[in-house]
């Protein structure tokens, strides 16, 4: 089966442009301190795997599930954490690595989740913000790309559990969802 869509929203070398770019900016704010980097699964996978590999500083890993109800293409605000995390979070410098911020609804409950778990310090690094759904009083500490309110897939991000794999971002034809 061919993929059908709209169009790419942002190219493959956009992306690693990118990415090495905040690679560069988080390191050099976390020169001093220990850093524990949280991959938000499923969505985060591929941004995760490549930030990493861009960070100049030596960091701890750990994963974390989050999972929303709601409609096909939007949050209904209800959030189940499901906690796979092993390293400690007390004290810690904590940085959540987002696929995309809508709402704001998903990361907002991660980050209160690892302050009741008495993180020192959280912020949050999303590859996509979609500022014009905005629901919660979130702001990204680093943010990729600003864009658009329209439903994208790729690099991580999947409509009904498809389209992960895709190495770019692409918005789907109306007809594909
Ligand atoms: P929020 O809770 O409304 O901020 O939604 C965040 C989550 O919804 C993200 O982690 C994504 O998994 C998913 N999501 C939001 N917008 C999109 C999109 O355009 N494409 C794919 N997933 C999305
Ligand atoms: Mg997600």
Redesign the pocket.
Known sequence: MAFDFEKILIEKHTIEKRVIELGKKISSDYTDKELLVIC?LK??ILFFADLIRSLSIPVKIDFIK?S?YGTR???S?E?KVNDLLSEKIKGQSVLLV??????????KRILDFFMEQGAADVRVCTL?D?PD?R?TD?KPDYSGFTIPD????GYG???DQKYRNLPYIAVLKETEK
Do not use: Q, Y
């Open positions: 938000i969505g985060s989050a929303s293409t939007s949050t605000g959030v987002e696929d995309i911020v809508d709402s704001g609804f998903t990361i996509l979609k759904r629901a979130i329209e439903f994208v897939v991000m999947d409509f």
